[in-house]
């Protein structure tokens, strides 16, 4: 099985702030990349796809990129319905994994 | 709008069986494979089995084959999964999926997500 790797695990951000998480797989899985994001309470949503692909609907403060093994999400200007956890899962094979999540919260 | 609604999750002992089952409404539900997803307390989310369009293709994560089955009936518009001898760890969320290709990307991703049904195996 292909192995997602985020990093950090967790990070404290204040609103207005750029943030990066990263993502790696442990062997080349293409663009074959998405990010999600879960709120509290809440059930996963579709941020990015196809590495870099904006989900219709999602802010444009949301953007994607990499290839290969290295992938990166980054939230330009954190806004407080952002505090939540991501996560990045390949679609490259069977079976489809994810990463352990990255939990961003107030500084 | 694109819905899905799962039932079925409760409190079984282990080595008890508990069917799940996921309502979909607002797609073409029979031109869509669809997935269990779950997430066990503080957990990553991990993928469970995925059902082609025509159930004609099944694929099961390691933990769950040979336990868990899973069906279709694409005329009711429904997904359901037979958990057998459950185990703790089985204890999770369980997540109805839609798998989406990308027209453009040819990738494919999870969307929408169903609200989760929770199942608590013990001991």
């Known amino acids: 099985d292909i192995q997602m790797t985020q990093s950090p695990s967790s990070l404290s951000a204040s609103v207005g702030d750029r943030v990066t998480i990263a993502c790696r797989a442990s062997?080349?899985?293409?663009?074959?990349l998405n990010w999600y994001v879960q709120r509290p309470g809440m059930t996963p949503k579709l941020l990015i796809y196809a590495a870099s692909s904006l989900e219709s609907g999602v802010p444009s403060r949301f953007s994607g990129s990499g290839s290969g093994t290295d992938f990166t999400l980054t939230i330009s200007g954190l806004q407080p319905e952002d505090f939540a956890t991501y996560y990045c899962?390949?679609?490259?094979?069977?079976?489809?994994?994810f990463g352990q999540g990255t939990k961003v919260d107030v500084k | 709008e694109v819905q899905l609604v799962e039932s079925g999750g409760g409190l079984v002992k282990a080595g008890g069986s508990l069917r799940l089952s996921c309502a979909a409404s607002g797609f073409t539900f029979s031109s869509y494979t669809m997935s269990w997803v779950r997430q066990a307390p503080g957990k990553r989310l991990e993928w469970v089995s995925s059902i082609s369009s025509r159930g004609n293709y099944i694929y099961y994560a390691a933990s769950v084959k040979g336990r868990f089955t899973v069906s279709r009936d694409n005329a009711e518009n429904s997904l359901h999964v037979e958990m057998t001898r459950l185990r703790l760890e089985d204890t999770a969320v369980y997540y109805c999926?839609?798998?989406?290709?990308?027209?453009?990307?040819?990738?494919?991703?999870?969307?929408?997500w169903g609200q989760g049904t929770l199942v608590t195996v013990s001991s």
């Open positions: 999926v839609r798998r989406v290709v990308g027209v453009e990307t040819g990738s494919d991703y999870f969307d929408p």
């Open positions: 062997q080349s899985i293409s663009t074959y």
């Open positions: 899962q390949h679609s490259y094979t069977i079976p489809p994994t």
